[in-house]
């Protein structure tokens, strides 16, 4: 199953190489969300591995980028202690718009209330 989501890119690391077979590469984006008149701050770190570690490169900080990601969960097992590791594994990055006014959703025609019209016309025709 696969995830967006749409935030602005505040980290950009290099490229680690975890072994012959293995690379990988992290970002972070920042997503702001208001919600009853509260503002929430979410610092969100992703990961791109093997061929896919260039994705981020045309991106600069502070772009608004959006991501297409696949949640990964690992079992790691060493000295008889077992671990537990998620990564939020991104496969498709885009530069993203700021929203703009027309973007904004207005009220719908059917949840406007009805225009009040009066029995009486005041009307001289």
Known sequence: MAFEITGKLIE???????????????FVVEKREVNAGNEFVDYIKFQLTQDRCGLI????????????FDI??????????VSYFTN????????????????????????????DHPEEDDLPF
Do not use: C, H, V
């Not at 950009?12 to 992290?26: A, C, G, P, V």
């Not at 929203?99 to 059917?110: C, F, H, K, M, S």
């Open 12 to 26: 950009k690391y290099d490229t680690t190489r975890i072994s012959e077979k293995f690379q990988k590469r992290e």
């Open 57 to 68: 490169e045309p991106f600069q900080l502070n772009d608004m980028i959006r991501i297409q």
């Open 72 to 81: 990964r969960g690992n079992r790691w097992e060493k000295g008889g202690k």
């Open 88 to 115: 939020l594994s991104a496969f498709r990055i885009e530069k993203a718009e700021p929203a703009t006014e027309a973007d904004i959703p207005g009220p719908a025609l059917d949840d406007m209330p009805p225009e």
